[in-house]
């Protein structure tokens, strides 16, 4: 299977389940999460007609960048970023999807600050409350979105979600759920420099399910580019 084909399956299951869920295909984003894949691969799913590109790792990420990956598509900021990549972060990406803490937040605003810029950002929820992973616990969401409020140069564009692993795809429908529940009740509050627009959500194994329950942004990696290679 190419890409190009790949993208276009992805894309008919998304619609399906869109439609299923009685929602618009076209209100749902599909971002290809490009780790470990060349810039080449990288532009054949631009072609192919991904919303977004999707960098989890920083170095990779600029040397890719450096040879027009990228070129045609929004890049995001998808992995966990560290306080010390910050610098190279922020105004590079147009969204960045992990922010997992108050430091690392108030690291971007200075950043942004710094370049005169206001950076996109979604809050990471530790959903499934798993000591492995970082985010904001659930009931913290709006402390946090508070917080977020209170710092220059950032803006909250919405909620992230990596639920545990899990082997069946409609074992995570409760976290999905759950995080969907967060994004309605919190969006409803009003915060300066928040707008609940994006619920990223949904991988190569449960993309689907994540829009059954109200994603509008999924991040699918092996699902268009084929497994990674981890041991070349
Ligand atoms: C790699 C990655 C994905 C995509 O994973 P697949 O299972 O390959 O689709 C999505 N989100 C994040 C944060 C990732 O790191």
Redesign the pocket.
């Known amino acids: 299977m190419s890409i190009a084909e790949n993208v276009a399956r992805v894309r008919e299951a998304m619609a399906r389940a869109a439609i299923a869920a009685g929602r618009e295909p076209g209100e749902i984003l599909l971002?290809a999460?490009t780790?470990m894949n060349d810039a080449g691969r990288v532009r054949e799913a631009i072609a192919a007609g991904v919303d977004i590109c999707?960098e989890?790792r920083v170095q990779e990420m600029l040397e890719k960048q450096a040879q027009g990956a990228y070129e045609g598509a929004p890049l995001h900021f998808?992995?966990h970023l560290q306080k010390n990549k910050v610098r190279q972060v922020v105004g590079l990406v147009s969204l960045i999807?992990?922010a997992d803490s108050l430091p690392l937040l108030e690291a971007v605003s200075r950043e942004a600050q710094k370049r005169g810029i206001v950076q996109d950002v979604l809050l990471e929820v530790n959903i499934g409350r798993e000591s492995s992973k970082s985010g904001f616990a659930p009931e913290s969401v709006g402390d946090a979105l508070e917080a977020a409020s209170a710092l220059e140069g950032i803006f909250v564009r919405g909620l992230m979600a990596?639920p545990p692993i899990c082997s069946v795809p409609a074992g995570n429908r409760p976290f999905f759920l759950a995080m969907k529940q967060l994004f309605v009740d919190n969006g409803r509050k009003k915060y300066d420099n928040v707008s609940m627009d994006f619920l990223s959500m949904g991988?190569?194994?449960d993309?689907t399910e994540a829009i059954a329950c109200g994603a509008n942004l999924v991040?699918?990696?092996?699902?268009?580019?084929g497994p990674?290679n981890y041991n070349p």
């Open positions: 971002a999460a780790k999707g989890n998808i992995g999807h992990g990596i991988m190569s194994g993309f991040r699918v990696g092996t699902a268009i580019f990674r």
